[in-house]
């Protein structure tokens, strides 16, 4: 795993959608470090579930109850 990215692959974390990206998706951070999260708008405050960490930025699911 690339030592750079501050969060990883099947962990929750709880986050704010900062931002929504080109494409559709939620923009998320963790200690600075770009997720992105489908079905998140602006202002959500979520726990998310990592599926997939690039080097640099992460792909997440909203973590089901």
Known sequence: MDRSAPVEEGEAYDVTIED???EGDGIAR???FVIFVPNAKVGYEVA???TKVMRKFA???????
């Open 30 to 32: 963790v200690k600075g």
């Open 20 to 22: 929504i990206a080109r």
């Open 59 to 65: 792909f997440a699911e909203i973590a089901e109850d």
């Open 48 to 50: 998310i579930k990592v």
